[in-house]
């Protein structure tokens, strides 16, 4: 008995001394690791910028962990959080600068870091670099005890994640396809608005903004919210790379906002048009808008200029889904054929089943 009772002291001893040294090691790290990717800048900014995605390719400690997100899990203020074996974390978007650089805060049981995303462009696409500045948690030192160094540990975690990265943008980001859907007749629908002039290069940026914005005009005045949101493309300017856009949001009813109010009611009347769908990721929103022409060409329809081109947001990242999983119907407005809608087989009338533009 006296020989059990010395060896659970000595082993308490142990684990006491050991957990004092591990404690006592030096808390401060810094990590910094890139790689080059083959997916454009600005694709790579919206695939980080969005919180939901990192549970894809991001290297957690504990895998078995169920990720938290923030009701807006896009941008700077969203974050995600987590609880398991290796203890509780939240990982915050601090700051971002627009296709350039995003700034995440994360504490990790009371340890605090720092990451910094830094996107460059470069020969065969963007350089990524992931700097990690901060404290260890408990964890993380015992880890870096026994596996050779922080670099062995959070570095890492770092390039494995970066790797990963690289993956799923591929996949998500270059998986998409175009389908021709034929002659529809559009259903009109009374909506909100917000118009802007913006540069394609800012388009998702600025959809991504004004999208959430409506929507919290329309719970805020319990406006009833009938569809999907979409996008009315009210010019086109391809040399100087500029749009003028409506983001719009379907109602039931017409409602009036203030005078010199950026939000309006408008009233959309129903047209005659062709229908695209977009399977995956806006980036390719300008090829779907090509294979849209081809498809018109070759049904021998006539475009109505007369009436702007129109995008809904079927299943976007508002639901949630990875870029690959995203679906945009196109609706390209075209000179109806005499008796077409009532005649023809392959014209349908487009009721959209309560799930896009629908009006009462």
Same mark, same amino acid.
């Given at each position: ?15 006491? +001394? ?5 404690? #006592? ?8 690791? $890139? %790689? =080059?990717? &083959? !997916? ?43 609880? +398991? ?5 939240? #990982? ?8 350039? $650089? %995003? =700034?995440? &805060? !994360? ?60 993956? $799923? ?65 009210? $010019? ?125």
């Amino acid at each position: 008995m006296k020989i059990l009772k010395y060896l659970f002291l000595l082993l308490l001893l142990f684990s006491v +001394g050991g957990s004092v040294f591990i404690a #006592t090691q030096k808390s401060n790290f810094t990590t910094v690791k $890139s %790689i =080059v990717i &083959k !997916t454009p800048k600005a694709s790579v900014y919206n695939y980080l910028i969005d919180n939901k995605n990192y549970e894809d390719w991001f290297v957690f400690e504990n895998k078995s962990i169920e990720l938290n997100y923030s009701k807006n899990t896009s941008g700077v203020g969203s974050f995600f959080s987590w609880s +398991g074996s290796d203890g509780e974390g939240k #990982t915050t978007f601090y700051s971002a600068k627009e296709n350039d $650089s %995003i =700034v995440q &805060k !994360t504490d990790l049981d009371g340890a605090l870091s720092e990451t910094i995303w830094k996107l460059k462009d470069t020969i065969g696409g963007t350089k990524v670099t992931c700097t990690t500045i901060g404290e260890m948690s408990f964890s993380n030192k015992l880890n870096s005890l026994l596996n050779g160094g922080v670099n062995n540990v959070i570095g890492k975690k770092i390039e494995i994640s970066l790797n990963n990265l690289n993956r $799923s943008l591929d996949y998500e980001i270059n998986t998409f396809s175009v389908t021709s859907n034929g002659v529809v007749y559009k259903k009109g629908c009374y909506y909100l608005k917000h118009t802007i002039n913006t540069k394609f290069s800012r388009l998702n940026y600025n959809v991504k903004i004004l999208i959430p914005y409506l929507v919290n005009f329309s719970n805020q005045n319990n406006i009833v919210i009938s569809g999907n949101p979409f996008v009315v493309y009210n $010019s086109i300017d391809d040399n100087k790379k500029i749009t003028n856009i409506s983001v719009c949001l379907p109602i039931k009813r017409r409602i009036f906002t203030s005078s010199g109010s950026d939000i309006i009611c408008s009233e959309m009347i129903g047209f005659t048009s062709f229908k695209t769908t977009l399977f995956g990721d806006y980036s390719h929103r300008k090829t779907a808008w090509r294979k849209a022409k081809d498809f018109i060409n070759k049904s021998r329809e006539t475009v109505d200029q007369s009436i702007p081109l129109l995008e809904v947001f079927n299943k976007s990242y508002i639901d949630g889904l990875s870029p690959s999983k995203w679906q945009t119907t196109i609706y390209t407005a075209i000179q109806p054929k005499i008796n077409s809608v009532s005649s023809t087989p392959s014209t349908v009338n487009e009721n959209l089943e309560s799930t896009e533009l629908q009006s009462q």
